[in-house]
T-cell receptor
Framework: DTGVSQNPRHKITKRGQNVTFRCDPI?????LYWYRQTLGQGPEFLTY????????KSRLLSDRFSAERPKGSFSTLEIQRTEQGDSAMYLC??????????FGPGTRLTVL | GEDVEQSLFLSVREGDSSVINCTYT??????LYWYKQEPGAGLQLLTY?????DMKQDQRLTVLLNKKDKHLSLRIADTQTGDSAIYFC????????????FGKGTRLSVIA
């Protein structure tokens, strides 16, 4: 068990570009969550999956944000037409039937 | 509504005890969590308490829950310089896969 992993750890992009982040949950975890953390704030929930089903996506910040988990294992979060306000740490977490969510190291996005 | 409040800063001397406080508003919280975040890193689960408990101890960590006042605290005994980090309180409103609601975090500085 190597924990939740996220790639890349850092991403610098120019405004208007699309970016995609990947999250690999702990192997037996069927539930996966995405959060966003801006400077000086706690994590803010974006969306979550149970297996490949996306069960909550109303908190995604705009229609430029989308997430997938096609085979119920890893997940991707895509931001289209990035804006400077998208600069943040994007965190992924996973769990199973218990209620404890385990977090990955995050992907730090900087939009220039 | 969901709201978690924490004081933003705490400074203690090495060897002293640290007490980090948190208040929450939703009385239907089921679990309450403490996470630790070091600079540039993801969130590390420290401990959690179920809402029908009033205390939980785990080595140097003691969690106290006052459900009547909706107040949660984390006491770190014999605080070390390695404990310097941001500590987040989080609540989970319902059982199952609802997201966590985080406070803004308390930055703990340990002075040698």
């Amino acid at each position: 068990d190597t924990g939740v992993s996220q790639n890349p750890r850092h991403k610098i992009t120019k405004r208007g570009q699309n970016v995609t982040f990947r999250c690999d949950p702990i192997s037996e975890h069927n539930r996966l969550y995405w959060y966003r953390q801006t400077l000086g704030q706690g994590p803010e929930f974006l969306t979550y999956f149970q297996n490949e089903a996306q069960l909550e996506k109303s908190r995604l910040l705009s229609d430029r944000f989308s997430a997938e988990r096609p085979k119920g294992s890893f997940s991707t979060l895509e931001i289209q037409r990035t804006e400077q306000g998208d600069s943040a740490m994007y965190l992924c977490a996973s769990n199973t039937g218990d209620d404890t969510q385990y977090f990955g190291p995050g992907t730090r996005l900087t939009v220039l | 509504g969901e709201d978690v409040e924490q004081s933003l800063f705490l400074s203690v001397r090495e060897g002293d005890s640290s007490v980090i406080n948190c208040t929450y508003t939703d009385s239907s919280s089921t679990y309450l969590y403490w996470y630790k975040q070091e600079p540039g890193a993801g969130l590390q689960l420290l401990t959690y308490i179920f809402s029908n408990m009033d205390m939980k101890q785990d080595q140097r960590l003691t969690v106290l829950l006052n459900k009547k006042d909706k107040h949660l605290s984390l006491r770190i005994a014999d605080t070390q310089t390695g404990d310097s980090a941001i500590y987040f309180c989080a609540e989970k409103i319902l059982a199952g896969n609802t997201p966590l609601v985080f406070g803004k975090g308390t930055r703990l500085s340990v002075i040698a």
